[in-house]
């Protein structure tokens, strides 16, 4: 192979592979909402867990994250079924660091701490936990206890 054909062939891996990093990224986007606080109560849209489609068709998500002007992190939401949730304050036990969602696991990007749907620490540097909230739900709001 000479040297332009290697670079074309380059060229064009480079490019699928950027493709290919892209649309995975955006199969992985994580739906969030704003919730309203009052009397240290989080609240926000049950419906929140459902996306409709234009056919209708209404898909369930398992994890809805929650944002609020008041904490400087956001609560991750799992839907746990049968009306229970789990909720989870996105903040690193390690270093303060913000975690990000994925599906069932968390992570922080700045030391590599992974946790589990409930917070639990599954890889350090974390040694700690995340924090978790009490949930509780009517038939239409969604409700985080803070305190």
């Not at 592979?17 to 990224?25: E, G, Q, R």
Request: proline residues 2%.
């Amino acid at each position: 192979m000479d040297r332009k054909q290697f670079i074309k062939a380059c060229g064009i891996s480079c490019l699928g592979l950027s493709s290919a990093t892209l649309s995975l990224s955006g199969c992985a986007s994580v739906y969030s909402v704003q919730g309203a606080v009052s009397d240290k109560t989080i609240s926000f849209p049950k419906d929140s867990f459902f996306e409709t489609k234009k056919s209708g068709e209404k898909i369930a998500r398992q994890v809805v994250v929650v944002n609020v002007d008041n904490l400087k992190f956001p609560v991750a939401v799992y839907d746990d079924g049968n009306n229970k949730y789990t909720a989870v304050w996105l903040k690193c036990s390690h270093q303060g660091n913000e975690v990000s969602v994925h599906g069932d696991s968390l992570s922080c990007s700045a030391h590599g701490s992974e946790y589990d749907r409930s917070g639990k620490v599954t890889k350090g540097p974390a040694k700690e936990d995340l924090r978790r909230f009490n949930v509780r739900s009517d038939q239409t709001t969604i409700f985080i206890e803070l305190a």
